[in-house]
C-alpha cells in the first residue's frame, strides 16, 4: 500500500498540539482537500475552490463512556495548523461517495444536526482510494465500537471496504530521529498507531464460519437437481420448526388476540357513545336555533304564551341535562359541553331580562286601565262588589311562564312581586274607598249625639236601636265583602307569584286528578287535607310572603 499522510508522525503531532487543552485522543489524522458542491446537479467538482485541510478522527473518555469526533483543521498564514470545525459522530447519519467523481475519491459526510440543511455539505477528496478507504474505515469502526450501529453508506460496497482492509494490513513504518541523527525505522502496526483501520466488519471466527458453510455446498454442475432438493427439505425444516415455535407460543398469543379484541371492544363502544353524543350536540344546537329567536325576542303576548312556555320548558330541560348528575362529570369538562351550557346560559339571561320587564309594565298598564273604567266600582246609588274575574284571567295566562321564570332565576321574582302588589294595593284601596262612601251616603243615622252613650244605661235604648242596627248592618256587610276578598287575594298572592316550592307543587299536582282549573297556576286546593296543608307550609317562604302581603294590604286599614 502506497505511504499515505496517515502515517505521518509528524502531522499526528501537529494535529495534538493544535487541540491541546480539549482532551480529545487523535486516533486518526490524514489530509484532504475541501470542495463545495451543489444539489441536485451534477457539475464540475468545482477544484477552483479547492482548500487543504486535515481531518482528525478523535475519541475523548468521559466516565465509562467514550465520544467519538471528527476535527477539521486548516492552516494559518504561517503554515500552523489550527481548529476549524468540529463534528460530533453520534450525528453522523450518512457517508456518500459522489457518484459525478470517477475516480472514487470524493464523498461527503451528512450530519442530522446542521442547522442550515438547505447548503449543500461539504465534499472532501482524498490522494487515492486507499486513503479514502483508509478514513471510512476508521470512522465506521469507531462508529460501531463507540456508538454502537453504522451510519448509511451510499455509492461503495462495504463488503468491498472490508475485503480491502484485509489485504492491506501490514504493519505501518514510522521515522523517529536518534540523538545521534541516524533515521531508525521502527515497524509499528496500526494498532500501535492507535487507527482502527484494520479492524474488519466481520470477526475471524464468523468468517470461518460462514468459509465452512460455503464448503458444505460445493456441487459438481451436474449435482444441481440434488442441491435444489437440499434448499427445499431445508426450507421445509425451517418452515415446521416456525410452525412449532407458533404452536408453542399460542397462549401468549391468545392473551394478546384477547387483549386486542378487548380494547377494540372498548374502542367500539366509545365510538358509537361519541356518535350518540354529537347527535346530541348537533340536534341541540338545532333546537337552539329553533328557541333562540322564541326566547330572545320582545313577543309575549297572549296569543304567543303557548309557544313561549314550550320554549322556557325546553330551555330547563337542556340546562339540566348539562348538569352533572345528568350528565357524566368526565363529559361535562368537554369543551363542546361548555359552548353549549354558555350559549344556553346567554339565551336564559337575555329572556328573563325581557320577560320580568314585560310583566311588570303588564301588570301596572292593566291596573291603570282598570282604575280608570268606572263600571269596576261602586257609583252612586249603586253599590258594587269588587270584581276581579278578568285580572284573574289576565293572571293565568301568565302564571306557568312565571313558573318558568323562578325555575330560571328566582332572583327575577323580587321585583315582579313589588310591581304587582303596588299596583293592585291601588286597586283594592279605590274599590274599598268607593265601597265605602257610597254605602255611607246610602245610610241614615240620627244625629243624637247620646246614642252610643246612653246605650250603657238603658235611656233612650228604644229610641235610638233602629239606628244603631243600621250603623252596624252598614259595618257589617264591608267585612263581609272585603274581608273574604283580601283573603281571597292574599291566596292569590301566593299562588300566583311562587311563594311555593315547585318541586312540590308539581309533586302535588301530578297526583291530583280533579281536572280543577287551578292547575294553570300549579296550585293546591285550599280546603285540602291536614298532612297536604303541612306539606305546602313547610315549602312556603314566610318572610318573602309576609313582605308582599303587607305591600298587597298597606293602607287597607284606613280605607274599610
Request: charged share 30%; with cysteine; net charge negative.
Amino acid at each position: 500500500m502506497a505511504k499515505s499522510s496517515a502515517d505521518d508522525a509528524e502531522l499526528r503531532r501537529a494535529c495534538e498540539a493544535a487541540i491541546e487543552g480539549s482532551k480529545h485522543k487523535v486516533s486518526l489524522s490524514i489530509r484532504t482537500v475541501k470542495t463545495h458542491g451543489t444539489w441536485g446537479k451534477s457539475a464540475k467538482l468545482g477544484r477552483q475552490m479547492a482548500k487543504p485541510r486535515v481531518l482528525a478522527l478523535c475519541t475523548k473518555a468521559k466516565g465509562q463512556r467514550t465520544k467519538a469526533f471528527l476535527r477539521v483543521l486548516k492552516y494559518s498564514n504561517g503554515g500552523v495548523l489550527e481548529p476549524a470545525k468540529l463534528y460530533k459522530l453520534k450525528h453522523l447519519s450518512k457517508v456518500e461517495v459522489a457518484a459525478n467523481d470517477p475516480s472514487g475519491c470524493t464523498f461527503t459526510l451528512g450530519f442530522d444536526n446542521l442547522r442550515n440543511q438547505t447548503v449543500a455539505p461539504p465534499q472532501w477528496t482524498m490522494r487515492n482510494i486507499d486513503d479514502r478507504n483508509r478514513l471510512l474505515l476508521c470512522i465506521l469502526n469507531i462508529c460501531k465500537d463507540v456508538l454502537g450501529r453504522l451510519p448509511k453508506v451510499v455509492g461503495v460496497d462495504v463488503v468491498e471496504m472490508a475485503l480491502w482492509a484485509k489485504e492491506n494490513k501490514p504493519a505501518v513504518s514510522t521515522q523517529s530521529n536518534q540523538q545521534d541523527g541516524a533515521s531508525v525505522e521502527s515497524a509499528v502496526t496500526e494498532t500501535e498507531l492507535k487507527v482502527n483501520v484494520e479492524k474488519e466488519l466481520v470477526s475471524q471466527a464468523e468468517e470461518e464460519d460462514m468459509e465452512a458453510l460455503l464448503g458444505t455446498y460445493i456441487m459438481g454442475v451436474g449435482e444441481a437437481e440434488a442441491f435444489s432438493e437440499r434448499l427445499k427439505r431445508e426450507l421445509q425444516a425451517l418452515e415446521a420448526a416456525n410452525v412449532h415455535a407458533i404452536l408453542e407460543s399460542e397462549p401468549l398469543i391468545d392473551e394478546v388476540l384477547q387483549g386486542l379484541e378487548s380494547a377494540t371492544n372498548c374502542l367500539e363502544d366509545m365510538d358509537e357513545w361519541l356518535g350518540m353524543f354529537n347527535v346530541k350536540l348537533r340536534h341541540m344546537r338545532e333546537d337552539i336555533e329553533s328557541y333562540s329567536a322564541c326566547l330572545t325576542g320582545d313577543s309575549f303576548d297572549e296569543a304567543l304564551m303557548m309557544q313561549n312556555i314550550e320554549a322556557c320548558e325546553w330551555l330547563t330541560t337542556a340546562m339540566r341535562g348539562l348538569e352533572v348528575p345528568n350528565i357524566d362529570p368526565m363529559y361535562a369538562k368537554m369543551r363542546g359541553v361548555k359552548e353549549k351550557r354558555g350559549e344556553l346560559q346567554i339565551i336564559k339571561s337575555t329572556f328573563v331580562g325581557k320577560a320580568s320587564e314585560y310583566m311588570r309594565c303588564y301588570f301596572a298598564s292593566f291596573v291603570d286601565f282598570m282604575l280608570n273604567d268606572k263600571n269596576y266600582f261602586s257609583q252612586r246609588g249603586q253599590l258594587k262588589r269588587p270584581d276581579h274575574a278578568d285580572l284573574r284571567f289576565k293572571c293565568r295566562t301568565y302564571a306557568r311562564l312565571l313558573k318558568h321564570l323562578k325555575i330560571l332565576d328566582k332572583n327575577c321574582l323580587g321585583p315582579l312581586r313589588k310591581a304587582y302588589c303596588a299596583s293592585l294595593n291601588l286597586l283594592l284601596r279605590k274599590e274599598a274607598r268607593e265601597f265605602a262612601n257610597e254605602l255611607r251616603s246610602c245610610t241614615k243615622t240620627s244625629k243624637t249625639q247620646t246614642v252610643w252613650f246612653e246605650a250603657f244605661t238603658g235611656s233612650g235604648q228604644n229610641v235610638n236601636s233602629a239606628d244603631t242596627s243600621t250603623v252596624s248592618d252598614a259595618y257589617a256587610k264591608i267585612l263581609t265583602i272585603f274581608i273574604p276578598l283580601l283573603v281571597d287575594e292574599s291566596t292569590f298572592l301566593a299562588h300566583f307569584l311562587c311563594f311555593e316550592d315547585p318541586s312540590v307543587i308539581d309533586s302535588k299536582k301530578a297526583g291530583s286528578n280533579n281536572g280543577d282549573n287551578d292547575d294553570d297556576l300549579g296550585m293546591l286546593d285550599i280546603d285540602e287535607d291536614d298532612s297536604k296543608s303541612s306539606t305546602r307550609k313547610n315549602s312556603v317562604d314566610f318572610a318573602a310572603l309576609n313582605e308582599s302581603l303587607q305591600d298587597l294590604l298597606d293602607g287597607m286599614q284606613v280605607c274599610i
